[in-house]
């Protein structure tokens, strides 16, 4: 492979000439300590810094950038640190959603403004990992991913227990009266041990690993835990890396296609993975070039059934994972689904990365002979179309009770998450497992950005029957860590006039998962009615950044992206006068 020679590099445009802006550079570089031949023709590598300290995911993200640091000097980089947003998403209200386009954008304008020639990205939690992604391969730069790494196992009381997987269940033996208080006040300071994102297969470590199957981590890198020594290590080799990359001129647009994108789904279906990761994956693509929808990933879900055996799927967590071989153990028993000749940014293709992987736990890591859930039984994404969601909605059946997935009941409408958590609490409510509990306006112009509000809560009084699962509807999302019969990104949402916005109580709700149909049994006449009699919600936003994103964010099934950003069309370089 031919290296570059020094001209070539962005940064020299910033630092090599004579003229009086180059000698502001060089002088105003001077003036934070450098010395300049620690600047001067070398190549400069930005690192792109999501830590908080409002996102324990990323807590330990200062460290990491330190050991990057650590790796680019050492093979004559200059590393530059530039902070970003952090989207994390137990903090940030009403959804870091609404700030995974603003975390594109800042990191393309990061990349573009500055002089920089090459980055490492440092992020994880949920939106961190497609939004850094999206603006890089916007940029077309060479950089590597750095994933934030899963926190270490929790339990209580001998039990395992999976941030927010267990979350969402203990809160329902709560309100059932099957834990007390006490042992809720407990469980706080039992379940998050270390900083990292979440242990489970939530959509975290969905997307780190499909990032790390599609090439663009170093290779495995998805399944080190967070606070593990092998974590500090491979940041220090993401900046050695790095630093070959912008040599090489290996960007993004150099390793990605749509083979790069199918391998990434087949470590999502295999993973039983997050819903989000739908959403996100066809953002992603648009930036590159790719065509890839809803009915792609539901052709490979079709094929690969669930065979990591972790929660919300499985019985382990994200550190037995890794310990069993990680990802690329996974991955080699299913390579005959992949392309094993993409290349990845460690310079060798994804086949010569997995081929020496072993896995040491057939239990945590099973093969397609021995799924943890049988395609038979379900998959980690269904695709559902019907007069209810003419453009889709998604659902994880794998994560669903077997006897919903074909089910006829009424529904029960809310309007807003106030209202309806208020309502299904009440002990006099006409409700049974058999009704379909739908909560709209929760999309991506309606919240404003599709929080994750999918999971509706069962009725207390049916808790205390025994009930955990019943058939829910929202055109918002859901966590990666959470389970249930729950149909999401409903599309068009109904704040812009879908048709869940024409949907009364009392509808009947015709749920058909292997015919991949959902449907109001409600005649086009009515229907008709009612849409014009249909009225928007004045706006709430008139200014602010939810104004800007009601305005020009697109519906789930085209990846929630704004139009302003998708596309592969060049965007010149800045003009240095």
């Known amino acids: 492979m031919r290296k570059r020679d020094l001209s070539e590099l962005r940064s020299q445009r910033w630092f090599a000439s004579d003229d009086m802006r180059a000698f502001a550079h060089r002088q105003r570089t001077q003036q934070m300590g450098m010395r300049r031949e620690e600047f001067m023709g070398r190549p400069v590598i930005g690192i792109i810094n999501t830590w908080s300290e409002m996102s324990p995911c990323h807590a330990h993200l200062r460290d990491r950038a330190e050991a990057v640091k650590r790796g680019v000097w050492q093979m004559g980089g200059y590393p530059v640190e530039l902070p970003a947003i952090s989207v994390g998403e137990v903090m940030v209200k009403p959804t870091t959603m609404l700030y995974r386009n603003f975390l594109a954008m800042e990191c393309e304008e990061l990349l573009r403004c500055h002089p920089i020639d090459g980055a490492v990205l440092l992020g994880g939690c949920d939106k961190s990992t497609p939004a850094l992604l999206m603006g890089a391969f916007s940029m077309d730069i060479p950089v590597i991913f750095c994933p934030a790494g899963p926190m270490s196992n929790g339990q209580w009381r001998g039990v395992k227990t999976g941030a927010g997987t267990h979350t969402k269940k203990y809160w329902d033996e709560l309100r059932a009266g099957n834990i007390t208080r006490e042992d809720w006040v407990d469980l706080e300071s039992r379940m998050t041990r270390s900083p990292g994102t979440c242990n489970t297969i939530g959509t975290a470590s969905t997307m780190t690993s499909i990032v790390d199957a599609m090439g663009m981590t170093l290779s495995g890198a998805s399944s080190i835990p967070a606070v593990d020594s092998g974590h500090t290590r491979m940041a220090s080799a993401c900046g050695v ?130 799924p943890v859930v049988p395609l038979s039984r379900g998959k980690t994404l269904e695709v559902l179309r019907g007069n209810l969601a003419p453009n889709g909605a998604v659902m994880k059946s794998s994560a669903a009770n077997p006897k919903f997935l074909k089910h006829v009941g009424p529904a029960i409408v809310f309007d807003d998450p106030r209202t309806m958590n208020k309502t299904l609490d009440d002990p006099d409510l006409d409700i049974t497992e058999d009704t379909v509990i739908v909560l709209r306006n929760a999309g991506p112009v309606g919240a404003p950005g599709m929080p994750e509000w999918g999971n509706l809560p069962i009725p207390k009084k049916l808790l205390k029957q025994g009930v955990r699962d019943m058939v829910r509807i929202c055109d918002g999302r859901m966590s990666g860590t959470h389970y249930g019969t729950c149909i999401l990104h409903v599309s068009p949402e109904a704040a812009i006039g879908g048709p869940l916005a024409l949907l009364r109580t009392g509808d009947l709700i015709d749920l058909d998962v292997g015919a991949g149909t959902i449907n109001m049994r409600v005649s086009d006449d009515e229907l008709a009615r009612r849409r014009a009699e249909w009225k928007p919600s004045a706006p709430i936003y008139e200014r602010s950044f939810a104004a800007l994103y009601q305005r020009h964010v697109s519906q789930a099934h085209e990846g929630c992206d704004f139009d302003f950003l998708t596309g592969t069309q060049a965007v010149p370089e800045p003009p240095i006068y």
């Open 241 to 370: 890396r790095i630093v070959e990359m912008v040599w090489e001129d290996l960007k993004p647009s150099k390793i990605l296609d749509r083979d790069s994108f199918l391998n990434g789904l087949v470590a999502y279906m295999a993973l039983g993975g997050s819903t989000n990761a739908a959403v996100h994956l066809i953002a992603m693509a648009k930036r590159v070039g790719v065509q890839l929808t809803l009915d792609d990933m539901a052709a490979m879900a079709g094929k690969v059934p669930v065979v990591a055996n972790v929660f919300p799927s499985g019985e382990y967590l994200m550190e037995d994972f890794y310990f069993a071989g990680g990802i690329n153990a996974l991955l080699k028993k299913l390579s005959q689904h992949l392309n094993l000749d993409r290349p990845t940014v460690n310079g060798r293709s994804l086949g010569e990365n997995i081929a020496s992987a072993d896995c040491w736990n057939d239990e945590v890591i099973r093969g397609e002979d021995n």
